[in-house]
């Protein structure tokens, strides 16, 4: 058993290492344009409607942490996410979570799950209408580490809209 969790342990960091060191290299060799503008819609949800800039890159890194499930006692990982925006209306998604740590009877590491995708924009939003867009998922790999919910689906499609709470007292 020791020997097959060190064996997890040096495929999650090496996994680490091939995906996280690369940015900074790219990020170092990259030219700065006069042009580039902060786009203050982002970070808001990990998908929203609207798409990158063509030709953008993107990368997040985050945290979850949970507690008290039926699987688990405590579970802590980290999620990747990379996007890419091909043209105007379609961008290429992954969703990785290369390592998480959880306690069951024993407490361990394990490789969770890996998703690949895509989001299509169906309507551009103006000032007034919003944009409206759609995303599928595909579960590539589904990791020894138990779910955080009830499971994750294999094949996902989520419609994707803006909604704007009513105001109260204008």
């Not at 998480?100 to 394990?110: G, I, K, N, V, Y």
């Amino acid at each position: 058993m020791g020997f097959a969790k060190g064996l997890v342990t040096r495929k999650s960091a090496l996994f680490l290492m091939v995906w996280c060191g690369p940015q900074r290299v790219v990020y170092a060799q990259a030219q700065l344009s006069s042009d580039i503008e902060a786009n203050p819609g982002r970070p808001t949800i990990s998908t929203p409607a609207t798409l990158t800039p063509v030709g953008y890159l993107q990368f997040e890194t985050g945290f979850a942490g949970a507690q008290s499930s039926p699987e688990f006692k405590s579970r802590c990982s980290l999620i990747n996410v990379m996007k890419l925006t091909v043209s105007p209306r379609v961008e290429l998604l992954t969703s990785i979570e290369p390592i998480a740590h959880f306690t069951t009877s024993s407490t361990r590491d394990a490789t969770a799950d890996y998703f690949v995708g895509a989001q299509a924009v169906l309507v551009r939003g103006t000032d007034s209408k919003p944009t409206v867009s759609l995303s599928y998922f595909r579960r590539l790999f589904d990791g020894a580490a138990p779910e955080p919910d009830f499971g994750s689906p294999t094949n996902s499609f989520l419609l994707r809209a803006p909604v704007k709470p009513a105001r109260c007292c204008e």
